[in-house]
């Protein structure tokens, strides 16, 4: 599994007298499978809380793993597979391109690779005419595509992005679907929060709920 969070033994909240089918999905509640695109939508923050918090495995009863490795075991080797874009997308307030480069050296690219790296992503995600420009002046939809190349740089398995579809215009939307489709279909997996759910049946090949910090119920999404 790309992704895979149980509840523990000391956490499982099965009731008593379930069957061992019902004690199963409440031990194991969320699974997803190499070059899904699935989303976790909400009403307010939980879908963000849920993804940041993941990659802590400081949550008691839940243990979480990212291609079979497990977040309390070997956290370094999960950064290495995980590329985040954080609440409220945080960037640090340089030039474009600088934002790029430093995301990829941060992740332990060689300066010359990361420099490539950024040179691709610019292009790729319609970036070359605001490179040189601050981050403080980008529109939400050039920051959620700067925020994307950032975890993208160092070649990730798995993206954990939080609303990188809300609030951004139809030009971005656009580019940053076509990157997820790309890269789902080449490299890895992808979960991403949102509040819309018509945004979420829309991009996303799976679909589940997030309400105070669990996963409430998942289904697939509509063709799309």
């Known amino acids: ?11 499982a909240s099965g009731a008593p007298g379930a ?60 950064q290495r597979l ?16 600088d934002a790029l480069v430093t995301a990829g050296r941060h992740k332990g690219l060689a300066a010359e690779a990361a420099s490539q790296r950024t040179a691709d992503l610019t292009d790729v995600l319609g970036l070359r005419a ?25 070649v990730p398995k798995l993206l954990l992005l939080c609303h990188p579809l809300d609030g951004v215009d139809s030009a971005s939307e656009k580019i940053i679907c076509r990157v997820l489709s790309r890269y789902t279909a080449s490299t890895g997996t992808v979960v991403f929060s949102t509040r819309s759910r018509t945004t979420a049946h829309r991009v996303a090949g ?19």
């Open 82 to 97: 995980v590329g985040m874009v954080s609440v409220g997308m945080p960037l640090p307030e340089v030039p474009v391109r």
């Open 1 to 11: 599994m790309a992704l895979e969070v149980r509840h523990t033994a000391d956490g």
């Open 130 to 154: 605001v490179e040189h420009a601050a981050v403080s002046g980008l529109s939400p939809g050039q920051r959620s595509r700067v925020a994307l190349g950032c975890a993208l740089l160092h």
């Open 19 to 78: 069957g061992a089918a019902s004690q199963a999905r409440e031990r194991c509640p969320l699974r997803i499978e190499p070059h899904a695109c699935v989303a976790a939508v909400s009403d307010d923050d939980a879908a963000d809380w849920f993804l940041a918090r993941l990659l802590r495995g400081d949550r008691p009863g839940r243990s979480v793993s990212v291609y079979g490795v497990d977040v309390r075991t070997d956290r370094a080797a999960v």
């Open 206 to 224: 799976r679909v589940f709920s997030v309400h105070d910090d669990e996963v409430c119920c998942g289904c697939p999404s509509a063709p799309h």
